[in-house]
């Protein structure tokens, strides 16, 4: 039987939503915490990681049980138990980073004075706060005096970008020739 799981935030707390009911919830930090046993759990570290009324422990035949309050609530591949710690700590890094919001504004504020050309953030609330700290804090005003652009860029992300290398030698030749080597 396919069950339904959801990983909601809701402010700074975290709660496991699964068949519609809300199962377990936690506060962000103790989610950090316990996708960190997850990872453990799952590596063969521990043969079993509990928490206050939460239990994960393999089953006999070699899926993943959660237990919550002594009751088994979920039945689930090592997998399924990656991807729901996956997204746990998802939400978590969200929560902290909404609940740490002024010190987050202060750090963008502080790399958009030195002119970084990224933020630390991609959330548009705190994209605010960091231009209203830029130019409203007088001692990164007076430290920092110029401010070169007021651009803000998300968090960094890499991406790969293909080989130039085959364009470039393409370029030292005619539209003819590429298009009679295109048809090869």
Excluded at 121 to 129: A, F, G, V
Aim: glycine share 8%; with cysteine.
């Amino acid at each position: 039987m396919e069950m339904t799981f959801k990983v909601r935030r809701e402010g700074p707390r975290i709660a496991w939503i699964i068949e519609g009911r809300r199962m377990v919830d936690f506060h962000w930090k103790a989610g950090d915490a316990l996708c960190q046993g997850i990872r453990h759990f799952l590596a063969g570290l521990e043969s079993s990681y509990k928490v206050q009324v939460l239990r994960i422990h393999w089953s006999n035949i070699g899926t993943v049980l959660i237990d919550i309050g002594g009751r088994t609530v979920l039945d689930m591949t090592a997998g399924d138990l990656e991807a729901v710690s996956v997204a746990t700590r998802a939400q978590c890094r969200k929560a902290e980073e909404e609940e740490c919001a002024n010190q987050v504004a202060f750090d963008g504020a502080l790399l958009l004075r030195t002119g970084a050309p990224f933020g630390m953030t991609d959330n548009p609330k705190i994209k605010e706060m960091v231009l209203t700290e830029a130019s409203s804090n007088r001692t990164l005003r007076t430290a920092l005096p110029g401010m070169k652009d007021t651009t803000l860029f998300g968090a960094p992300i890499v991406v790969q970008q293909p080989d130039h290398s085959a364009v470039r030698q393409l370029k030292n030749y005619s539209r003819e020739e590429i298009l009679e080597a295109l048809k090869e």
